[in-house]
């Protein structure tokens, strides 16, 4: 079914629906205004599209549990009602409006879109949208959810700010489903730890700064050189670290990517950080192996010095056992 096909509407409380706008794998996003003329996102998620019951049931459970988190930070995109049809036992939730993207047909903003329109965006915009988003995943990951599917058509522009959408796939860390997400953003590890939107993140960030599609990281437009793309080159050293495929030399957690990005916007340089790191591990592991080396000489020092007078001991007793022999003799 095209978008052309739309579907019967439920009838939303308080709100009429427009007409579709999105559609994902299960249910569609229709274009919405409520009894005050207020522009909404409405997404219904109909039973029919599951095959059982159970992966529905879970549908609802996600949306539940993400909705009292969605208004609490302002790079979530804000559910603001969730409801049932008895009707056919189906469900939806009211959500904010995307920005339009331009042109008198109703189309919303997301990244994706604008990744399209300019190829990529300068550096300063990639840092704001940065650090929205990796604040907002912050947030989830505070209260045990991950989003599980961050990607530039799942984050849209709400009054000109990005913001995570598609809350579909939002779960608890604990949550058995691993196999989801987007080729390209997933992580060798797989989702459903919080790693793994920190990885589909740098993925996501990697695009916005280069324009070269996911496949191509790691690698620069030829036409960046150290002179005309000094920024960009340290915004990359954030990207990289975000997307690295061991878990253990990405990113912990995303108040440390924040506080690079922080570090970055003030101006200071992440790369010229990376290599204090390097050097400070590098003399670390030399005065520990140094310290170890004393310590291994200190020991055969000892053990040599035991041993010599443990022998000096043994040559004493020898000597005295002589002297009384020959003492016998006599």
Not at 73 to 89: E, F, K, P, R, T
Request: with cysteine; hydrophobic share 40%.
């Amino acid at each position: 079914m095209n978008l052309c096909d739309e579907p019967i509407p439920l009838s939303i409380p308080d709100h009429s629906l427009l007409r579709v706008i999105g559609r994902g794998s299960y249910g569609e996003v229709w274009e919405a205004r409520n009894v005050m003329g207020s522009p909404r996102a409405v997404k219904v998620v109909r039973r029919q599209d599951f095959e059982s019951s159970r992966p529905f049931e879970r549908e609802f459970e996600g949306i539940q549990r993400y909705e009292p988190v969605s208004r609490a930070h302002a790079g979530l995109v804000q559910v603001l009602h969730v409801g049932m049809d008895d009707s056919d036992g189906s469900f939806y939730y009211v959500m904010e409006l995307a920005d339009n993207e331009g042109g008198e047909e109703y189309k919303p903003k997301t990244l994706r879109g604008e990744l399209q329109r300019r190829g990529c965006l300068p550096v300063e915009e990639c840092i704001e949208i940065g650090g929205a988003l990796a604040s907002a995943l912050g947030h989830l990951h505070s209260v045990g959810l991950v989003h599980r599917d961050v990607k530039p058509a799942n984050i849209i522009f709400v009054r000109g700010m990005a913001k995570l959408a598609d809350v579909g796939l939002v779960a608890s860390v604990d949550d058995e489903r691993s196999l989801v997400g987007t080729e390209g953003y997933l992580p060798p590890e797989g989702m459903g730890r919080p790693g793994g939107d920190i990885y589909s993140l740098g993925k996501v960030l990697y695009e916005c700064v280069t324009g070269l599609n996911r496949a191509s990281f790691p690698d620069v437009p030829p036409s960046w050189t150290s002179e005309n793309a000094r920024l960009a080159f340290e915004f990359i050293e954030i990207v990289l670290r975000a997307a690295e495929d061991d878990p253990r030399r990405r990113y912990a957690d995303t108040d440390e990517m924040l506080a690079d990005l922080a570090l970055l916007k003030a101006g200071k340089s992440v790369r010229h950080l990376r290599l204090m790191e390097a050097r400070l591990k590098r003399t670390a592991q030399i005065l520990a192996f140094s310290a170890l080396g004393i310590l291994v000489a200190s020991g055969a020092w000892s053990l040599e010095r035991h041993r010599r007078g443990q022998l000096e001991k043994a040559e004493a007793a020898a000597t005295l056992a002589q002297q009384q022999t020959q003492e016998l003799l006599a």
